[in-house]
């Protein structure tokens, strides 16, 4: 199952957190526990959800947010799970920063959530600021569970400033520990 945020583009946030779940925990994942867990992450935004859905979440709101999302399934008593810190290292080059993820997914990773900025160096690109699940990266491409438009994205396309590109800015990796 996957979650799509419809035309309320500043949930991104919101939903890649549900998508990255999803991928940790297919099975676990319906209608039901999809609203719950939407609705605890929201709970967890610090602020007013009206500003979630106007402006977006920044890294700083998504920590609460998968905070939210681990209290809520561990009172629903699934599988133990945590999240880390994986956003790019200083001066860390886009093609690094992917093998990076995809050792991570081929060893026991779940999930990636990356927060990608503008894409500043092509005034027509068609790359905004988003939130998006990683499903799998390879040689070429990097294959998402995303909650809008973007399902495949060209490695080539993206990049860590000052490298040109959607910029890759924030990661966060969920892992099943249990």
């Not at 949930?11 to 999803?22: M, R, V």
């Not at 927060?115 to 390879?138: I, M, N």
Request: contains cysteine.
């Amino acid at each position: 199952m996957g979650f799509e945020q419809g035309r309320f583009s500043g949930l991104c946030g919101a939903y890649s957190i549900l998508n990255g779940l999803a991928l940790l925990f297919p099975r676990r994942i319906t209608e039901t526990t999809g609203a719950g867990l939407f609705a605890a992450v929201l709970d967890a935004y610090p602020g007013p959800v009206r500003d979630l859905i106007i402006d977006g979440s920044e890294r700083p709101e998504m920590i609460p947010m998968l905070d939210g999302a681990l209290a809520w399934t561990r009172g629903q008593g699934w599988p133990a799970w945590t999240w880390t810190d994986i956003h790019p290292e200083a001066e860390e080059a886009a093609d690094r920063f992917w093998d990076r993820v995809r050792a991570m997914l081929e060893t026991g990773v779940g999930a990636v959530i990356v927060g990608f900025g503008d894409d500043a160096d092509r005034p027509d690109s068609r790359y905004e600021e988003h939130w998006t699940c990683v499903e799998e990266v390879g040689p070429r491409a990097v294959y998402l569970k995303d909650s809008s438009i973007y399902k495949r994205i060209p490695r080539r396309e993206t990049g860590i400033r000052p490298e040109p590109g959607w910029a890759i800015e924030d990661a966060f990796a969920l892992r099943r520990t249990g």
